[in-house]
């Protein structure tokens, strides 16, 4: 009988964490999909801007994302005499970044 709780518990356990789970997914897909909807692109800070007519252009930067800093190679456009939408002229793909931390060894070396 007792294992039979304890069965009955991890099971419990397991299909909270998928409910937990699915939630999750489904508000990274909203987010995404109200992302494409309103076609504004990532926050970021550092990038590069450009006026070609009357056109903005923005490219890359960095997006801060908790403990870690992506960088972004991604190009943008809006037209500046309607201000209505951005059109993502070269897409990026976040989840395909790589990320490599620091060692605390790289900062004992500027106090030398």
Known sequence: EKKQEEEQQKLEEK???????DKDKKEAQERKEEQQEKKWPPKRINCQMVMRGNKLLLFGGVLEAAEREITLSDMWEIDVNKMDEWKCLREMDISTQEWIAESSDDDDDDDD
């Not at 299909?15 to 789970?21: I, P």
């Open 15 to 21: 299909e909270e964490q998928n409910r937990k789970d």
